[in-house]
């Protein structure tokens, strides 16, 4: 089992960046894939970006490339997602998740990921 906790959701303006932070715990969460999802309201979860359990490879969906960045420090089992010139649309809740296999390739579909954090809210406003 791996427990995940998501923070530093907020409320920033249009063309600003923020930082999400998402901290595992429990087996060996080194070994696992992480990936970034969110949801608006109204409309169905969507993946953003993904990384690998060793960081050498990453994916990101169309809409957040350029813009986002995702990294890990397995020694602090914490993975962040930068988000810089954020728009309207990227408001959601954003959710963290594991891959249900430890080193395994990196996936984008939700299916894969079992373990998943409360989510953590991201408002992009004036």
């Known amino acids: 089992q791996v427990q995940m906790v998501e923070s530093g959701g907020g409320l920033v303006q249009p063309g600003g960046s923020l930082q999400l932070s998402c901290t595992a715990s429990?087996?060996?969460?080194?070994?696992?894939?992480i990936g970034w999802f969110r949801q608006a309201p109204g409309k169905e979860r969507e993946f953003v970006t993904a990384?690998?359990?060793?960081?050498?490879?990453?994916v990101y969906a169309d809409s957040v490339k350029g813009r986002f960045t995702i990294s890990r420090d397995n020694a602090r089992s914490t993975v962040y997602l930068q988000m810089n010139s954020l728009k309207p649309e990227d408001t959601a809740v954003y959710y963290c998740?594991?891959?249900?296999?430890?080193?395994?390739?990196?996936?984008?579909?939700?299916?894969?990921?079992?373990?998943w954090g409360q989510g953590t809210q991201v408002t992009v406003s004036e």
């Open positions: 990384i690998s359990w060793s960081s050498d490879s990453t």
């Open positions: 998740a594991a891959e249900r296999v430890p080193y395994g390739p990196i996936d984008s579909g939700p299916t894969v990921y079992s373990y």
């Open positions: 429990g087996r060996t969460p080194s070994a696992y894939n």
